[in-house]
């Protein structure tokens, strides 16, 4: 067997990522929602690829696909991301965590190396939240903390969670079952792209992630009144669209005031009844705010919905705000931190710290174990876009380095 060199290790990357990369919902884009039959046959993928990297492989009730190394010992060093994909992603986020652990534990399976501690690395299906509206629902489970109300929850086509858990072959009677018990855990490690521009600004193939932004999602939805394009006067109208479109840029103007310290993001708008000559009655939209400061994303909340009340009440417009998510800053645990910066180090690369402001679910993780992640320079900092590209040399770095860090982990 080849020597499992950062150059070998990069190339088997690559080759995994581009076959994982082509499995999608569709012909011309990437697409793998949670519990489709995509997720089903990139599940599958991930399987023969576990298998064949000598661990022994089961799935939970949510689907989380769990390759397992044994070792001495009760603890387990779980690592992980995940395989399912925003619309029209890229095919980095995500996979590369679950191949480069897969490529890891390799290492220490094919050298028949037993460790002080086992070792899982985890497939979950439920990071991005493309087809329900809550999210990181497998590997919340995995931490215990599945919240049983998100069965309820319909996708467009009006097949709930408990639905599409039956229709995938389980059952979600069986979702207890896929918690680590307590004490069982000893970390949750991720390897995944940087999804912004700094590792390239500053010239470093890795980092280390010292905290996972909090996010708040608000729907907004202004109520006007339908009508006709060509003979409502203007002062007459209560045009929803219209509202909305101030809202979004108040967003922005109130993003931008922050100076980096909040991101807005207005993703998602919603016309029901959207018709070119029509004046839009009811338009709902999703905001996106993220801070890695809780004060910070709070105070931007409370003074956003200031300006869309002032916006509806101008416009005389109805309007409802709902919060349909509010997550606090995680912390990455600093001994976690510690070996990732020496694991960079032993590779050849300057332990830089940073922030993400992409949401992982090292943020599910953290209810159960301490967590980390190790950062990936990724070109452009281009993400959630198909022009998402990692170097095969960073990648084969960033394995090489997870094997440093399993090595130097102390359960
Ligand atoms: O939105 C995020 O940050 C992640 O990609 N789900
Ligand atoms: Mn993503
Ligand atoms: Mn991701």
Redesign the pocket.
């Known amino acids: 067997m080849a020597e499992l060199t950062p150059a070998v290790l990069g190339d088997r990357a690559e080759r995994m990522i581009n076959t994982l990369g082509s499995v999608s919902a569709e012909p011309y884009r990437l697409l793998r929602t949670f519990l489709s039959p995509a997720h089903r046959e990139a599940a599958n993928l991930v399987t023969q690829w576990m298998q064949d990297a000598g661990l022994t492989v089961s799935e939970d009730a949510l689907g989380t696909v769990r390759g397992s190394l044994a070792g001495a010992g009760t603890r387990r060093l779980l690592i992980g991301s995940h395989i399912d994909t ?1 619309v029209e992603a890229g095919m980095f ?1 995500g996979p590369f965590g679950v191949i480069a652990g897969i490529l890891a534990l390799e290492h220490f399976a094919t050298a028949g190396r037993k460790l002080p501690f086992g070792i899982d690395v985890l497939a979950f299906g439920d ?3 493309v087809r329900y509206s809550a ?1 990181l629902a497998s590997s919340s489970a995995c931490a215990g903390k599945f919240d049983f109300s998100t069965l309820e929850l319909v996708d467009a086509e009006g097949v709930s969670l408990a639905e599409a858990i039956t229709l995938y072959g389980k059952d979600p009677a069986d979702i207890p079952a896929a918690a680590y018990a307590a004490g069982t855990a000893a970390a949750y490690v991720e390897v995944h792209i940087e ?1 912004g521009p700094v590792l390239e600004y500053r010239n470093q193939p890795l980092g280390v992630v010292n905290s996972i932004a909090g ?1 708040t999602y608000l729907n907004v939805e202004f109520l006007g009144e339908a009508g006709h394009a060509g003979t409502v006067p203007m002062l007459l109208r209560r045009d929803a669209l219209a509202g909305a479109a101030e809202a979004i840029l108040a967003a922005e103007r109130s993003a931008r005031d922050t100076k980096g310290e909040v991101v807005a993001t207005v993703g998602h708008i919603n016309i029901p009844a959207a018709a070119s000559n029509v004046i839009a009655g009811n338009v709902a939209l999703t905001v ?1 705010i993220r801070s890695g400061s809780d004060a910070a994303r709070l105070n931007f909340v409370e003074g956003f919905k200031t300006d869309v009340r002032a916006i509806a009440e101008r416009r005389h417009l109805g309007l409802s705000v709902t919060t349909t998510r509010n997550v606090a800053t995680t912390p990455c645990d600093p001994a976690i931190q510690d070996g990732f910066a020496a694991a960079i180090k032993a590779v050849g690369g300057e332990p830089l710290k940073l922030a993400s ?4 679910d090292g943020t599910a993780m953290a209810k159960l174990c301490p967590v980390g992640i190790l950062f990936v320079r990724c070109r452009g900092g281009i993400s ?1 876009n198909p022009a998402e590209y990692a170097s095969p040399a960073d990648m084969g770095l960033a394995v090489a380095a997870l094997i440093k860090f399993i090595e130097g982990f102390k359960p």
Do not use: P
């Open positions: 925003v986020d990071e991005e939240g999210t999804q996010q996106d402001g992409a949401g992982h959630h």
